[in-house]
């Protein structure tokens, strides 16, 4: 029996925004179904489209493309995905520079997962932390865009700094269900807390399953005095070998209900429409509980999550979309 439909009526609310997640491609196949995809995903007037970051060469210059035909294409505002792992100190400063000579003015920033077998303790180099990667991008920001000082109207020989045309925006991930090498829940809280005080003005929650995780831990983050929007991370999951997978590298269980549901029934068709319709009821919750925005992970298609955001009754163009667009 597919999960039950969420109530629209209270979660279709035309000013919720939306995000989605990208990949780079793999293959140049795979580069022009994206290049639908992003095309798509532009109909519906998102506030940005973030792409994953690998630590390879190729893999890089790959995020670098989709981030410029985002930009290029459609008036969609890109946001690039930098890690520490993979970096040095300089070799960050780099390749931010690198990313904001292309146009690109919205980082997310993430300390990244440490190579298979290492030590999950252990520095990871120069940056050993999302906060120290955000101070980076920041400072980079300053270095090429120093302040200016201009005359004040009306008082001759005062001054004041001029705004910046396009500040830079730097996300960060939260974890409603704990990080993976995180003691308890508190630890996380303080460390989001951390990347706000670091210049964070965006969080991005990674996976989870219940609505209660979500609405709890911006609840404590609250208490805690992080004040940045934190937006709800949800993934359309259609098939139980997906599921199995996200299971595997996460560490955060699925509903039973919704994992023996995939498992046992055959037909694809109906697997989507499960997932989808877990999805969407997910969303609708966090709406309902106040979340700020939504954010899609797409698997690189849009099919499953323009039809969670059809289902909500989003997607009409929204003000905070509007505002990142002219002020380009």
């Known amino acids: 029996m597919a999960p039950t439909e969420p109530d ?9 925004p939306l995000s989605f997640e990208l990949y780079p491609p793999r293959t140049d196949a795979a580069a022009i179904a994206l290049g639908r995809t ?11 489209i973030s792409v994953t970051f690998g630590a390879g060469g190729s893999s ?8 410029r035909y985002i930009l290029e294409n459609t008036t969609v505002e890109p946001m690039a995905h930098l890690t520490c792992v993979g970096s040095s100190h300089a070799e960050a400063n780099e390749l931010v520079r690198k ?18 077998g290492s030590d999950p303790d252990a520095p990871l180099g120069d940056l050993a932390s999302a906060a120290e990667l955000v101070q980076l991008i920041h400072r980079v920001q300053q270095e090429r865009e120093p302040f200016d000082q201009v005359a004040v109207e009306g008082n001759p020989g005062a001054s004041r700094i ?54 709890g831990f911006v609840e404590r983050a609250r208490a805690a005095g992080v004040t940045i929007p934190i ?7 259609t098939t139980s070998k997906r599921l199995a997978r996200l299971t595997e590298l996460t560490g955060v269980q699925p509903p039973a209900s919704f994992a023996i549901a995939l498992e046992v029934e055959p037909d694809p068709a109906a697997q989507t429409e499960l997932g989808i319709a877990f999805a969407a009821r997910l969303a609708a919750e966090v709406i309902a509980g106040g979340a700020p925005g939504l954010h899609l992970y797409t698997y690189n298609r849009h099919e499953a999550v323009l039809d969670v955001v059809e289902r909500l009754g989003l997607g009409a163009p929204h003000q905070l979309a509007n505002e990142r667009n002219t002020a380009r």
């Open 60 to 67: 890089r210059d790959r995020s670098l493309t989709v981030l």
């Open 231 to 237: 937006l709800p991370g949800i993934m359309p999951t």
């Open 162 to 215: 001029r705004e910046r045309t396009r500040k830079t925006e730097v996300a960060v991930a939260a974890f409603p269900t704990g990080h993976p090498q995180s003691r308890d829940l508190s630890r996380d809280v303080d460390i989001l807390l951390a990347k706000q005080v670091a210049g964070a003005n965006l969080a991005i929650t990674q996976l989870f399953w219940e609505a209660s995780d979500y609405l």
């Open 38 to 48: 992003i095309d798509r995903l532009a109909d519906v007037d998102p506030a940005f």
């Open 99 to 116: 990313f904001q000579d292309a146009g690109i003015r919205s980082f997310l920033a993430l300390r990244g997962d440490p190579p298979a």
């Open 8 to 16: 629209t009526a209270v979660a279709a609310t035309r000013r919720t």
